[in-house]
Every structure is written in structure tokens, then in C-alpha cells.
């Protein structure tokens, strides 16, 4: 197996991401750091940042990419039930460090958690320049699911999503797919592939597909507007 590139502080760019390594899968380089500019630039390039408390840093651009478009994410009957059951209430951008805390919180079947101190810190610096943000259910004033991700250009990059009351984070995707599908976001990138995303929806892109659909969109202006820390309309039904 040749060598992983390493990130030092001579080395900051980022080798092409066409390059990653078959086994592991997606496996492009380890080091650097997780200052907003490596990260926004990263992103750019559709490479992210995973690894393990006590680790270095490791880089990964896998293929095939787990992806959704947001004009064709479709709420199930069961979840529509569930929307209508209770009065839940939406927001975007109003709890982001809250969010990103109970996506690191061990679960039951899972109990490491690879969103540690540091990555929590780094995304916290996105969502202060406005390049990560969050989207939340709250009910009866309390939030109990959301999600985060980094926006470039017209490409949502999801990293990760919680709830606390069952159903709340699909909720909470379906919401924020409407309103990426409003905005002119084109492609929401889910990065791996599991059984939960394929139970919502997602498609499989190759690398090649995945990059030159990222290239397409990721120099593209969205209305600032859409990250404004505000309430939203809560959607109950796929046709409202």
C-alpha cells in the first residue's frame, strides 16, 4: 500500500481527491488541522475530516457517495402521522452549539462518539462565519432533534443529525429538505452510506459524478437570508 500523504505545516493543500486510496475506503490523507480554512477548503474539494478521539487527523473522499436532491425527498406516511401528532415547531440556526453537543453524545448501540472536543470546536468556528449551520425541532419548548452541516455554494454536506424523541431527527431532515429545495440548494451530501440514510432516501454517486456535480455548484450564491437564526413554518404535509 503506498504512503498516506501527511498534512504538515509545509504541506497544507490537499491531494486530489481521485487519488484516495480503494482500501480503506476513501482514505486520502492524515495530519493538518482543523482551522476554518483548511476545512472550508476541504469541503470545496469533497473531502471531510473523520477520525477517532487520541488520533491524527484523517481525510477521506469515499466512493460511492451517499446523497439526496431535496426536491425528491418524500416524507413516509408514518412520518407524516408523526407530524401531525404533536405540535412540533422548527428553526434554522437558533441552537447550533446544542445540536452539534447531542450529535456527540454516545448512543445506546454506539458507545464512541468520533465528534470529539476538537471537531466540536472547529465546527463551532464554521457556524461563527456563517459556513455551518443547524437545523432544529423543538417540542413543547425543548429541542429533540436537529442536524448540522457545512454549506458550500449550492451543496449542503450533512454531518450529523440526533433526536431524542423518536422520529424527531427525520423530522428534522425532512424540514430542512424543504427548505434547501426553497433556497436553490441542489445536493445535500451524506457522505457514507447506511442503512438509515437508504431508508430515507438517498442515492449512490460515484466519486466522479459526486465531484463534478460539486464543481458545478459549489461557486454558486445562495440568499444569505436562508441562514438567518430564525423560526420557520412548520411543515405538515408534503403538499403544503
Not at 56 to 64: C, H, L
Not at 209 to 236: C, G, K, T, V, Y
Request: charged residues 20%; proline residues 8%.
Amino acid at each position: 500500500m503506498p504512503p498516506v500523504p501527511d498534512l504538515t505545516p509545509v504541506n497544507d493543500g490537499f491531494p486530489d481527491p481521485r487519488q484516495a486510496m480503494d482500501e480503506p475506503n476513501g482514505l486520502l490523507a492524515v495530519g493538518g488541522d482543523l482551522s476554518p480554512a483548511r476545512l472550508i477548503s476541504a469541503y470545496r474539494q469533497g473531502i471531510f475530516p473523520w477520525f477517532n478521539e487520541g488520533d491524527p487527523i484523517i481525510w477521506w473522499a469515499p466512493t460511492p457517495r451517499a446523497v439526496f436532491f431535496p426536491d425528491k425527498v418524500k416524507p413516509s406516511r408514518s412520518l407524516i402521522k408523526l407530524a401531525k401528532k404533536y405540535p412540533w415547531r422548527v428553526s434554522v440556526n437558533q441552537a447550533f452549539d446544542q445540536v452539534i453537543s447531542h450529535c456527540a453524545a454516545p448512543r445506546a448501540n454506539e458507545p464512541d462518539t468520533w465528534i470529539n472536543s476538537q471537531m466540536i470546536e472547529a465546527y463551532q468556528s464554521l457556524h461563527r462565519i456563517g459556513k455551518a449551520h443547524s437545523v432544529e425541532i423543538w417540542l413543547n419548548e425543548k429541542l429533540v432533534g436537529g442536524l448540522y452541516g457545512v454549506c458550500v455554494g449550492k451543496v449542503f454536506c450533512g454531518e450529523s443529525m440526533f433526536h431524542t424523541v423518536s422520529g424527531a431527527s427525520k423530522l428534522a431532515f425532512w424540514q430542512a429538505s424543504r427548505l434547501f429545495s426553497h433556497c436553490g440548494i441542489e445536493l445535500i451530501d451524506a457522505q457514507l452510506e447506511n442503512s438509515h440514510l437508504m431508508s430515507l432516501g438517498a442515492e449512490l454517486m460515484d466519486r466522479e459524478a459526486f465531484l463534478e456535480s460539486l464543481e458545478q455548484w459549489r461557486d454558486d450564491e445562495l440568499n444569505p437570508q436562508i441562514w438567518q437564526a430564525r423560526w420557520l413554518e412548520f411543515q405538515e404535509s408534503p403538499y403544503n
